[in-house]
């Protein structure tokens, strides 16, 4: 399982320890991905993703995971989520 959000894309990033004496060796930045369960308003059911602890934080500030969906392109999408972003549009626009 790759180490990427399923919501904003975020990945791991590629840097140097530097130690005391100036030495340099490649080392990876890890995000800080948590599994947990996010509750779809429109569609009344939870789902399970892969979220860093940064795209979790965002969903909450613009106010839940459909809010979210709806304002963020499928580019920087999971397949998992842009098919849960297309159900979600279907049923708000049924609704």
């Known amino acids: 399982m790759a180490r990427i959000c399923e ?3 975020k990945g791991r990033q590629v840097g140097n320890n530097v130690s005391h004496a100036n030495n340099k060796t490649k080392r ?6 948590q599994n ?11 789902v399970r993703l892969r979220v860093s602890t940064h795209g979790l934080r965002s969903v909450e500030h613009v ?15 999971s397949l998992k989520a842009r098919r849960l972003k297309r159900k979600i549009e279907k049923a708000q626009v049924a609704a």
């Open 28 to 33: 990876t930045f890890l995000p800080n991905l």
């Open 36 to 46: 947990v369960t996010l509750i779809s308003d429109t569609l009344g059911e939870s």
């Open 7 to 9: 919501l904003t894309g």
């Open 63 to 77: 106010g839940g995971l459909d809010n979210w969906l709806k304002k963020t392109s499928a580019d920087s999408l």
